[in-house]
């Protein structure tokens, strides 16, 4: 139940988030989720895609450095307090949140949220037992469709 982030390294100068952004579209990827952190010399790129293979291969034929890493992408009602409910869940559970960010899609009243948690299993386990629905990777393509 987890999707593949791909975090991707870029040079904190102007034009380079366009750049990439362009070599996503020149070879037909999706991006559903973006964030993105900086440093004075540097950002790190943080992308949910479609094909996350594809992707990969794009990457590395270009020589960009980057990883990719197993994240949570979580459905939550799209209303105040969700996310609450979201957080005392892991907090009573002692599952540490790394960072989050949130991407929409044409579902309407749901919000979904990308969670990096130290241990996937135990956040999955805690999550599902209390009713909290989670994507999986297959299932990422269904929420963007028509």
Known sequence: ?????????????????????????????NMHAMSLADAED??????????????????????????????LAVEIPDRPGSLVKV???????????????????RKVDLAYMIFRVPDNEKAIEVLSKNGIKLICQDALSDLFAD
């Open 87 to 105: 957080l005392d869940i892991l907090g009573q559970n002692d599952v540490n949140l790394e960072y989050t960010y949130a991407f929409i899609t």
């Open 1 to 29: 139940m987890t999707v593949k982030q791909i975090s991707v390294f870029l040079e904190n100068k102007p034009g380079q988030l366009k750049e990439f952004a362009k070599l996503l579209d020149d070879n037909q990827i």
């Open 42 to 71: 540097f950002g790190i790129l943080r992308i949910i895609v479609d094909d996350s293979y594809k992707t990969a291969c794009v990457l590395k034929d270009e020589g960009y450095v980057f990883s990719i890493t197993k994240v």
